[in-house]
């Protein structure tokens, strides 16, 4: 999902397959149904969202498994921003986490 940070994939040896960055509400409501993500975690610093409250977000992280922590950090910020734009946080952006 992050072509730009791993480059061409064909060079690379991988240690390690793809990672998924998810948020889940995995317990359900007494109803049955699983509870909105934002009646559990802080979702303001990814701004308004236009698509209404969901219980749950993923997106999938590849990038060569030996990196600084700097490097994580920032990779992991990237992906949570594009993981929240493709779910309709549209104000989502790097310098807000």
Do not use: K
Not at 14 to 42: H, I, K, S, Y
Request: a negative charge; glycine letters at 8%; charged letters at 25%.
């Amino acid at each position: 999902m992050l072509p730009n940070v791993v480059g061409d994939p064909a060079g690379l040896s991988w240690a390690a397959p793809p990672t998924e960055l998810r948020m889940t509400c995995e317990q359900p409501a007494d109803n049955g149904v699983l509870p909105p993500l934002d009646t559990l975690v802080d979702l303001a610093p990814l701004g308004r969202n236009d698509g209404g409250t969901r219980s749950r977000m993923a997106v999938t992280i590849t990038a060569a498994p030996a990196m600084g922590r700097a490097e994580r950090q920032r990779l992991l910020r990237e992906a949570l921003v594009h993981m929240a734009r493709e779910f309709e946080y549209v104000d989502a952006e790097v310098d807000l986490l």
